[in-house]
């Protein structure tokens, strides 16, 4: 069974950081792209960042760049999310995404191009 498993959420003080992962079992992480997508209450789902599987090129979303990090340890097929300095509008669930590179050999910028999704994990920034 191909599954995704994200852990690492709660809830932390603003300011505070968390590291989020992403566990893949039943297939291997090497040849995919991955993307970190997050939804808030009453807001459509978002794409925060995303890693490459080929040369590990990334990209964030402007409202994380220099706060957050992806990183991926084909090794152990898990994807990390590092979140620091985190704010209240960080507040969403977070869920990891796997998918082929699209023809260009890069990730996509949607949630269209990924195929195999986690169940999401809660991050509640809160004082």
Known sequence: ???LVESGGGLVQPGGSLRLSCAA????????AIGW????PG???EGVS???SNDGSTYYRDSVKGRFTI???NAKNTVYLQMNSLEPEDTAVYYCAAGLPNPGGTYYYTELG?????QGTQV???S
Do not use: M
């Not at 990924?114 to 986690?118: A, E, F, K, L």
């Open 114 to 118: 990924y195929d195999y999704w986690g």
């Open 37 to 40: 997508f997050r939804q808030a």
């Open 25 to 32: 079992s039943g297939f291997t992480l090497d040849y995919y």
């Open 71 to 73: 990183s991926r340890d």
């Open 1 to 3: 069974q191909l599954q």
């Open 124 to 126: 509640t920034v809160s």
């Open 43 to 45: 807001k459509e789902r």
């Open 50 to 52: 995303y890693i490459n």
